[in-house]
């Protein structure tokens, strides 16, 4: 079995703080990280700059300025923020 070498393709910064991510599989996904910007560790993504200077190198999703990463996201992190509302005041279950 081959190993898997990387699980994002592309990331396209878009205006209103959105994201397209093409994934390995070929799959496309539209985030909006509006409801994450307030949030310790999205906060920086204000930063018009910051948000656009978005790039992958195929393992992460990576914000950098200045030459430094100030965020970085992995496939694991990244499909916890698509699947996972955390910006809810109290928890969600479906009954």
Request: aromatic residues 12%.
């Amino acid at each position: 079995m081959e190993k898997q070498t990387g699980f994002f393709k592309s990331v396209k910064a878009l205006s209103g703080c959105r994201l397209e991510i093409e994934m390995q599989t070929d799959t496309r996904i539209l985030f909006d990280f509006n409801s994450r910007i307030g949030t310790v560790r999205f906060n920086a993504l204000r930063d018009d700059e910051l948000f656009s200077s978005v790039r992958t190198d195929g393992d992460f999703i990576l914000f950098e300025k200045g030459g430094d990463t100030k965020i970085k996201i992995g496939a694991t992190d990244f499909m916890d923020l698509v699947l996972v509302d955390r910006t809810r005041d109290v928890p969600y279950y479906d009954t």
